[in-house]
């Protein structure tokens, strides 16, 4: 069953707190990512993931640092977070090749107070 | 710089009417171009895609024309239903990175019975 699966699905921290959402897949896809999503602005890339240790920046990178030690598994860490960082985070894999379709998670809703 | 334009945020319609959602892209080459659909509570997945090769893509009573020459991806059906009500989102791999997705930021259908 092709799946990407988030936790958790609802996360609430204080400002200046570490955060870690985790993401997995049970495609052997090579490619992941990281989306936020915040009202009007649609999904803004944060990092990609090209493979096992092989991570770029997306457009919105900083305050955010990710890592990916298995090919099913990519984290998005937080360190200290803010209360600009609040909105919900998507993570999402595909294939390498290009034009591939990106399978998406159902998204983690991050408040930070 | 690949940018995806849409400037619907909302589309109400009743059940049966057609569907217009309007989406312009800039990108230095021709990209592969994708409309996501996002329903509550849910990622994003693929509604449909269309490449160079192909010009149009159809997928559940939706239909999609690649434009070139007016760099235009609109989104059409010919008679919505109440289980059609979700956010479509606009989005291209350009051919410079073809493993990022750029979305544009959304158009929320609702259909009313």
């Known amino acids: 069953d092709m799946k990407v699966t988030q936790m958790p699905r609802y996360l609430i921290k204080r400002m200046g707190e570490n955060v870690l959402l985790e993401c997995g897949q049970d495609?052997?896809?090579?490619?992941m990512y990281w989306y936020r999503q915040d009202p009007g602005l649609g999904l803004q890339l944060i990092y990609i993931?090209?493979?096992?240790?092989?991570?770029s920046e997306g457009d919105i990178p900083k305050g955010y640092r990710v890592s990916r030690k298995k090919r099913e598994h990519f984290s998005l860490i937080l360190d200290s977070a803010k209360t600009n960082q609040t909105s919900v985070y998507f993570c999402?894999?595909?294939?390498?090749?290009?034009?591939?379709?990106?399978?998406f998670g159902s998204g983690t809703r991050l408040t930070v107070l | 710089g690949d940018s995806v334009t849409q400037k619907q945020g909302q589309v109400t319609l009743s059940e049966d009417d057609f569907l217009f959602i309007n989406c312009t892209y800039s990108?230095?080459?021709?990209?592969?171009l994708f409309w996501y659909v996002q329903y509550p509570g849910q990622g994003p997945q693929l509604l449909l895609k269309?490449?160079?090769?192909?010009n149009k893509g159809i997928s559940r009573g939706f239909e999609a024309t690649y434009d070139k020459g007016t760099t235009s991806f609109h989104l059409q059906k010919a008679s919505v239903q109440e289980s059609d009500s979700a956010v479509y989102f606009c989005?291209?791999?350009?051919?410079?990175?073809?493993?990022?997705?750029?979305f544009g930021s959304g158009t929320k259908l609702t259909v009313e019975p």
């Open positions: 989005a291209l791999v350009p051919m410079s990175n073809y493993n990022v997705l750029y």
């Open positions: 495609m052997s896809h090579e490619t």
């Open positions: 269309v490449t160079t090769a192909n």
């Open positions: 993931s090209y493979d096992v240790d092989s991570n």
């Open positions: 990108t230095t080459t021709y990209p592969t």
């Open positions: 999402a894999s595909s294939l390498r090749d290009r034009g591939e379709t990106l399978y």
